[in-house]
């Protein structure tokens, strides 16, 4: 991993990763009263190259961001055409943005696996029958019919930004 100190100048000290992977991996809450302390954004590329932004229900499993969707959303759509994306969230003390390519998954124990990880943090999802996504009982209505496609985000770099003392600024590249 190659770590960057952006904060050198000001005096701050390079962020832990090893910390900030340990937060998101403890399920993507920041402090208990900030206001869409649950919210994770991911952004791909439309057709045009402009850059689309939504909230997803991502969640942060072996390293990397996992994330669902129909096959007909526009999400779903860009990334089928061009993987890049990024993916913003908050975590206690910190702002992070991912960077990285979106791979999906079909392998049937990486999808029961995110599946489970998803039913620990409230949403019943499980391997649909046919293989090839998931399902679960409730989704955005947005998402189309089950089954809905999942998707890995392997970080290929990362920024993160300390929002408690005594501050940081560092960017990863792994």
């Given at each position: ?6 904060g ?84 206690r003390g ?24 998803w ?56």
């Amino acid at each position: 991993m190659e770590i960057t100190n952006l904060g050198k100048a000001d005096g701050l000290p390079p962020v832990d990763w090893a910390a900030i992977d340990g937060e998101l991996g403890a399920g993507l809450a920041p402090d208990p009263g900030a206001l869409n302390s649950r919210t994770t954004w991911l952004c791909t590329v439309n057709g045009d190259g402009s850059p689309h932004v939504t909230a997803v229900g991502a969640l942060w499993l072996d390293g990397a961001f996992w994330f669902q969707t129909g096959t007909g959303t526009r999400k779903g759509r860009n990334v089928a055409r061009d993987p890049r994306c990024s993916v913003a969230v908050s975590v206690r003390g910190a702002d992070v943005v991912v960077e990285g390519d979106a791979t999906r998954v079909t392998e049937p124990g990486a999808l029961a696996r995110v599946a489970k990880a998803w039913a620990d943090q409230g949403w019943p999802a499980e391997p649909d029958a046919s293989g090839r996504g998931i399902t679960a009982p409730f989704n955005a209505p947005s998402q189309g019919p089950p089954p809905w496609n999942v998707y890995r985000i392997e970080p290929r770099s990362a920024v993160v930004t300390l929002t408690a003392e005594p501050g940081g600024l560092t960017r990863f590249r792994f």
